[in-house]
């Protein structure tokens, strides 16, 4: 399969407990993304990587969230010191964008179910 | 980006033409609409977009009105497996590249086809 591979599919953790989720986008998609999405609402955006730069974060991602692209492939994104709040489907996704302009369209995964209890 | 309004919900019967309505009464010139689907439990599936003229592909058809403030996403023959969350999204697209999947998603159209 060579779609947007995500790990693991759910978590279950307590509060105060520190998570972190892979993701593997498809091979040479430069553009890689994490979204969030609670339940009966649509996804929203968390941040953006071009190749290894983050380019931008949303208000959403507190200090206790980081995501990383070390080598421009894969993608990690760690809560620290979990709460409640942060039950939710986190969602990654890529996409071939690059200098010569975009569709527009975004390749997502199946998502990471993550409770906190 | 525009915002976009989208009913709650409809139904289809299995077989029968899927209709579903998006109003964008703000969008600017420069700004595309897409289309995605969210079936339970799986990640958002790109499905159409588009500017001005209308669109078809192997999935659906895009009808965009002519002052561009509304669209309807049609699925010619739906079938059961086409029951999904569908998302409405404009979207500013700059084709110098500047642009990116930044997609700012509505609470969507849950469409149901039942037998």
């Known amino acids: 399969d060579t779609g947007v591979s995500q790990d693991p599919r759910h978590k279950i953790t307590k509060r105060g407990q520190n998570v972190t989720f892979r993701c593997d986008p498809i091979?040479?998609?430069?553009?890689l993304y994490w979204y969030r999405q609670t339940l009966g609402q649509g996804p929203e955006f968390l941040t953006y990587?071009?190749?290894?730069?983050?380019?931008?974060k949303s208000r959403l991602l507190s200090d206790r969230f980081s995501a990383e692209r070390p080598k421009g492939s894969f993608s990690t994104l760690e809560i620290q010191r979990t709460e409640q709040g942060d039950s939710a489907m986190y969602l990654c996704?890529?996409?071939?964008?690059?200098?010569?302009?975009?569709?527009?369209?975004?390749?997502f995964g199946e998502g990471s179910r993550l409770t906190v209890l | 980006d525009a915002k976009t309004t989208q009913p709650t919900s409809m139904d289809c019967a299995e077989g029968r033409a899927a209709n579903l309505p998006c109003n964008h009464s703000?969008?600017?010139?420069?700004?595309?609409v897409y289309w995605y689907r969210q079936i339970h439990s799986q990640g958002p599936q790109y499905i159409i977009h588009?500017?001005?003229n209308n669109e078809t592909n192997e999935m659906a058809s895009l009808i965009i009105t002519e002052d561009r403030k509304s669209s309807t996403l049609i699925l010619p023959h739906a079938t059961l497996r086409d029951t999904a969350v569908y998302y409405c999204?404009?979207?500013?697209?700059?084709?110098?590249?500047?642009?990116?999947?930044?997609?700012?998603f509505g609470q969507g159209t849950i469409l149901t086809v039942h037998p």
């Open positions: 996704a890529s996409s071939p964008e690059g200098a010569g302009g975009n569709t527009g369209e975004l390749f």
């Open positions: 091979s040479e998609h430069n553009r």
């Open positions: 990587f071009q190749n290894e730069a983050q380019l931008e």
């Open positions: 703000t969008i600017s010139g420069n700004e595309y």
């Open positions: 588009g500017l001005k």
């Open positions: 999204i404009v979207r500013a697209s700059n084709a110098g590249g500047t642009s990116y999947g930044k997609l700012t």
